[in-house]
């Protein structure tokens, strides 16, 4: 086989997509999908947590609405921060109307004195935040959320990956969202499409049934021999010219022999995500897709309601939320009491309400970290993977923040490039 593709999640089976021949796809799992599966649980369709679909490149988009079988929606964000007991727009910080005075005072303040500095530090996350967007903005948003979030030091963070995911802001934009109306529609994520039905799993359906006939379901990759150009598997072996990779790369690295990369590969960094799913009866908050909550008094950093983004996901008269708990190490204990008492402190459930269906999820590896470490070891790894002719790609095979589309045009691009 010319190209052996490791892994059915977006990545690789675009790959599979654009390469049409000469190309078998190893995928561990019954279904393909990777974390973009969908599961039906009491009549509630459940994602791996919120998985929208943001298309900023023209032609992944068009690739993906000619594609797809499933009626795909267009659906404008909806996203809200929740923090001194309100809820304000997203953005944060060009949406503090609605925030006490003191708090408004505190960030329009802190941004100010910011600009008034002429070139200033910013080494690492903490100093970017502190520097671009001020003391009352990082104190009352930036550093509780992303804590929580990454629970890694924020100084000790990186800032080349911020790009498109954190949004920077002017004065003028801080002053107009003091006043009522609120300008929502910014940032990476102001539009998303998501399929009517089926939750995101029926958009990877789509791209699977095109390369169906290619993928081995169900087989795992145990070893890979970089120097006989061998995958082996727990079913069989085979030998490939190119191998493209989009299992975590720190797993790979540990079954792939003869990498000097290996041994740095270890120390690469991730954040898990607990996931817990509820279903209930009712349809209340109507008008929200997520929500970010800072602070610490809640032991989740986003919520999110599945009835509001694809209404025919739960049955009627019900609403679902999604909770997001980030961790590293050990799954922390109690977590599910905890979620709930917060949800019902942020009026979204009651002590009464009724719930119909819980469908707890756990993401082992779910943000990389952006520490000094991996800035530096691995474009090491990545040169010595590509010296053997192994191009990892995707979310994890090529350890970065990244979104669908991401791995949907690295897939692409890794097949043109063939
Ligand atoms: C909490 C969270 C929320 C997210 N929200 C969004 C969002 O709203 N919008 C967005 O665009 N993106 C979102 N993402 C990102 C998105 O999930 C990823 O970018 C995308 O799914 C990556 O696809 P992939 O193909 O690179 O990797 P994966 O989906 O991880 O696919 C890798 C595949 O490799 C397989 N595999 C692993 N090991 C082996 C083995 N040994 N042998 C064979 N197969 C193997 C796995 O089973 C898997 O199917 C989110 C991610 C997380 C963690």
Redesign the pocket.
């Known amino acids: 086989m010319k190209t052996i593709i490791?892994?059915?999640?977006?990545?690789?089976?675009a790959a599979g997509i654009k390469l049409k021949e000469n190309f078998l796809i190893?995928?561990?799992?019954k279904r393909?999908?990777?974390?973009?599966k969908s599961e039906t649980k009491d009549g509630f369709v459940f994602d791996?947590?919120?998985?929208?679909?943001?298309l900023r490149d023209k032609k992944i988009e068009k690739f993906v609405l000619e594609n797809s079988t499933c009626q795909l929606n267009k659906i404008t964000r909806h996203a809200f921060i929740y923090s001194k007991g309100v809820y304000t727009g997203y953005p944060y910080q060009i949406n503090n109307y609605g925030l006490p005075a003191e708090t408004i005072a505190e960030n329009l303040t802190g941004f100010i004195r910011t600009s008034l500095v002429k070139n200033p530090k910013q080494e690492n996350f903490k100093q970017w935040i502190l520097n671009t967007l001020g003391e009352g903005i990082a104190k009352n948003f930036m550093v509780p959320y992303n804590s929580k979030l990454w629970k890694y030091p924020l100084d000790k963070m990186t800032v080349k990956w911020l790009g498109r995911f954190v949004p920077t802001t002017t004065l003028d934009e801080i002053m107009n969202g003091i006043l009522p109306k609120a300008k929502t529609d910014t940032g990476y994520?102001a539009a998303?499409y998501y399929p009517e039905t089926g939750g995101i799993e029926a958009v990877i359906k789509d791209f699977y049934a095109k390369v169906k006939d290619k993928v081995k379901l169900g087989?795992?990759?145990?070893k890979i021999d970089t120097k006989a150009k061998k995958v082996i598997?727990d079913k069989g072996e085979y030998i490939y010219e190119t191998l493209i990779n989009?299992?975590?790369l720190k797993?790979?690295m540990k079954?792939a022999s003869g990498l000097a990369g290996s041994k740095l590969a270890k120390k690469l960094k991730a954040t898990s995500?607990y996931?817990l799913n509820i279903g209930y009866k009712g349809t209340a908050p109507k008008d929200k897709h997520w929500v970010y909550v800072p602070e610490k008094d809640f032991v989740f950093y986003r919520v999110g309601f599945p009835h509001n983004v694809a209404p025919k996901n739960v049955p009627q008269e019900c609403g679902a939320v999604f909770a997001?708990v980030a961790f590293r190490g050990a799954l922390p204990t109690g977590l599910d009491k905890k979620i709930t008492s917060g949800l019902i402190k942020m009026g979204i459930l009651k002590n009464e309400t009724v719930i119909i269906s819980k469908l707890p999820m756990f993401?082992k590896?779910?943000?990389v970290i952006y520490d000094k470490y991996r800035e530096v070891k691995l474009p090491v790894i990545m040169a010595e993977l590509k010296g053997k002719d192994i191009l990892s790609?995707?979310?994890?095979?090529?350890w970065e923040y990244?979104?669908?589309?991401?791995?949907i045009m690295?897939?692409f691009e890794v097949a043109e490039k063939k």
């Not at 990244?402 to 791995?407: I, Q």
């Open positions: 490791i892994g059915a999640g977006f990545a690789g089976l190893i995928e561990k799992d393909p999908g990777g974390l973009c791996y947590t919120g998985h929208f679909l943001h994520n998303f087989e795992t990759v145990i598997t989009t299992m975590n797993s790979f079954i995500v996931n997001e993401l590896e779910a943000y790609i995707g979310r994890w095979g090529a990244s979104s669908m589309e991401d791995a690295q897939g």
